[in-house]
T-cell receptor, first 112, second 109 residues
């Protein structure tokens, strides 16, 4: 069974631009969560989606948004990029809620 | 406040020595607690969760509600245990994970 995939794997943007990251969960998984990983702040929760509904949102500004499609694939968008948004963005999926989460390889975003 | 604290950034031991990676949490309620591990150049993956009460790769973790701790232990460390270990808390009925800052375990031969 294929694991969680994230595209693109690497991305370089400049301040003020916007970016969309994509996550394809394991087939059959309906829950998708997003995390930001930085050396300074560690792993921080961004969003949790289940059956196209956002169930939880982390403490991030409104520039960070996400959505989930009917096939459970998820995207997150960051608008008006700032230097501090440079991070590894991880996606995780699980079969149902409160189940083991499987992580993707991450998208490395660099903001110049 | 919901928080997970891992006081050690780095723990170095020799092969065969016992290992204890500390984790304390702050949560008003009954959380689910996990240990995730990331080996070099691999994805973050679940090592164990408290509700399963399993021993995975020789590791165990006991939830101590009185001390709000969930320390990870292994009696005899192996070189292949070298990795980054994250303790995480999931509030009731969510998939949201609140991670600690992680502890890097180095096992020397």
């Amino acid at each position: 069974k294929a694991g969680v995939t994230q595209t693109p794997r690497y991305l370089i943007k400049t301040r003020g631009q916007q970016v969309t990251l994509s996550c394809s969960p394991i087939s059959g998984h309906r829950s998708v969560s997003w995390y930001q990983q930085t050396p300074g702040q560690g792993l921080q929760f961004l969003f949790e989606y289940f059956s196209e509904t956002q169930r939880n949102k982390g403490n991030f500004p409104g520039r960070f948004s996400g959505r989930q499609f009917s096939n459970s694939r998820s995207e997150m968008n960051v608008s008006t990029l700032e230097l501090g948004d440079s991070a590894l963005y991880l996606c995780a999926s699980s079969l149902v809620q409160i189940d083991e989460q499987f992580f993707g390889p991450g998208t490395r975003l660099t903001v110049l | 406040a919901q928080r997970v604290t891992q006081p050690e950034k780095l723990l170095s031991v020799f092969k065969g020595a016992p290992v204890e990676l500390k984790c304390n949490y702050s949560y008003s309620g009954s959380p689910e607690l996990f240990w995730y591990v990331q080996y070099s150049r691999q994805r973050l993956q679940l090592l164990l969760r408290h509700i399963s009460r399993e021993s995975i790769k020789g590791f165990t973790a006991d939830l101590n509600k009185g001390e709000t701790s969930f320390h990870l232990k292994k009696p005899f460390a192996q070189e292949e245990d070298s990795a980054m270990y994250y303790c995480a808390l999931s509030p009731y009925n969510t998939d949201k994970l609140i991670f600690g800052t992680g502890t890097r375990l180095q096992v020397f031969p």
